[in-house]
């Protein structure tokens, strides 16, 4: 079974920055046995009163990312393979950033990432990022 545990969030004014991390343990079982330096991560978003978005993902060897608009020259994904974590780094925090930021996982080996939520089989509880103007 396969656990992705989000820590890192918190309150913060405007302009100010968050580091977010998921840890993910345990291995996806099924036909094909990976482990996850073969998954692409994703990171969503999901503000009161609206539906989860996008926000950023990463390939599963690091080589290519991807932003929504939102977030591109403010976020940055990254993942150390060797600790099974992937981290976003949030600057210039805004308060339309408020909402509870949730690591995903794409558990089908060297699969292309996305940016829509389908594709991830595996989901964290979800951390807060509040932003204070």
């Known amino acids: 079974q396969v656990q992705l545990v989000e820590s890192g969030g918190g309150l ?4 100010g920055s968050l580091r977010l991390s998921c840890e993910a343990s345990g291995r996806s079982s099924g ?7 073969t998954w692409a991560m994703g990171w969503f978003r999901q503000a009161p009163g609206k539906e989860r978005e996008f926000v950023a993902a990463i390939s599963w060897s690091g080589g290519t990312r991807d932003y929504a608009d939102s977030v591109k020259g403010r976020f940055t994904i990254s993942r150390d393979n060797a600790k099974n974590t992937v981290y976003l780094q949030l600057y210039s925090l805004k308060p339309e950033d408020t909402a509870v930021y949730y690591c995903a996982a794409d558990s089908r080996p060297f699969s292309v990432l996305s940016n829509v939520a389908s594709p991830y089989d595996y989901w964290g509880q979800g951390t807060q990022v509040t932003v204070s103007s």
């Open 12 to 15: 913060v004014q405007a302009g």
């Open 31 to 37: 036909r094909t046995f990976s482990s996850f330096s």
